[in-house]
Nanobody
Framework: QVQLVESGGGLVQAGGSLRLSCAAV????????MGWYRQAPGKQRELVAT???????NYADSVKGRFTISGDAAKKTIYLQMNSLKAGDTAVYYC???????????WGEGTLVTVSS
């Protein structure tokens, strides 16, 4: 069982920055992919950014150039640096981990990011 512990959410003004952190605890198995997803009120959960154990990164078009994912799945700790935040970035941000060996996907409890305009 993998537990994902997130931190770093909060309230920020438009144009500001926040940094989210996620650590995978109680995981003795290598994690293949970790990432961040978000869900705004009334909308479906969507991908924000992912990073593999090899360091490959993937971003949603809406955050490219503003958000940076770092850390790596092999170290089981990732970060999301969010700059130039917009009101549209307001959402609950969820950490995600995928273990190919088990065919399992794990989710954190989520951390709320609120961007005031």
């Amino acid at each position: 069982q993998v537990q994902l512990v997130e931190s770093g959410g909060g309230l920020v003004q438009a144009g500001g920055s926040l940094r989210l952190s996620c650590a995978a605890v109680r995981s003795s198995t290598s994690i293949n992919v970790m990432g961040w997803y978000r869900q705004a009120p009334g909308k479906q959960r969507e991908l924000v950014a992912t990073i593999t154990s090899g360091g490959s990164q993937n971003y949603a078009d809406s955050v490219k150039g503003r958000f940076t994912i770092s850390g790596d799945a092999a170290k089981k700790t990732i970060y999301l640096q969010m700059n130039s935040l917009k009101a549209g970035d307001t959402a609950v941000y969820y950490c995600n981990a995928v273990i190919f060996m088990y065919g399992m996907t794990y989710w954190g409890e989520g951390t709320l990011v609120t961007v005031s305009s």
